[in-house]
C-alpha cells in the first residue's frame, strides 16, 4: 500500500558525501515515522536515522552523528539522508522505511514499509 523508491546511492572516497533520497507514494498518511537503515555483508541491519513526520524530530544512530543529517519535504513526500564525512566502514545497503510505531524508529521491526535499497560503497 506505501512504494517507497530510492535514489542517489554510488560509490565515494573517504571523506566524501552522498544524497539519498527516498520518494513515498500510497497511503502515505498512515505513517508517522521515515528513517533509513543499512546493512553490510555479515552484520545486522543498523537503524541509521528517522524522523517523526508530524514533529520533523530526527534521531540518529551514535556511529553517524554529526555526519549524517536526515530531512524531508513533505509535499513531495520525499525523505532524504545527506551523508558526510563518509567512512569505509558506512560501506552497506541503505534501505528506506517508513511506518507507524509509538516505540523505537531505528528499530526494523517496528516498521512495516521498506524500499528496494541502494548500495553505498566508500573506498579509496
Known amino acids: 500500500q506505501v512504494q517507497l523508491a530510492q535514489s542517489g546511492g554510488g560509490s565515494v572516497q573517504p571523506g566524501g558525501s552522498l544524497r539519498l533520497s527516498c520518494a513515498a507514494s500510497?497511503?502515505?498518511?498512515?505513517?508517522?515515522?521515515r528513517a533509513w537503515f543499512r546493512q553490510a555483508p555479515g552484520k545486522e541491519r543498523e537503524g541509521v536515522a528517522a524522523?517523526?513526520?508530524?514533529?520533523?524530530?530526527?534521531s540518529y544512530s551514535d556511529s553517524v552523528k554529526g555526519r549524517f543529517t536526515i530531512s524531508q519535504d513533505r509535499a513531495k513526500n520525499t525523505v532524504y539522508l545527506q551523508m558526510n564525512s563518509l567512512r569505509p566502514e558506512d560501506t552497506a545497503m541503505y534501505y528506506c522505511a517508513s511506518g507507524y510505531t509509538n516505540y523505537d524508529p531505528l528499530a526494523a521491526r517496528n516498521l512495516r514499509n521498506w524500499g528496494p535499497g541502494t548500495q553505498v560503497t566508500v573506498s579509496s
Open positions: 524522523i517523526h513526520i508530524g514533529l520533523g524530530r530526527p
Open positions: 500510497g497511503a502515505t498518511y498512515t505513517s508517522n515515522y
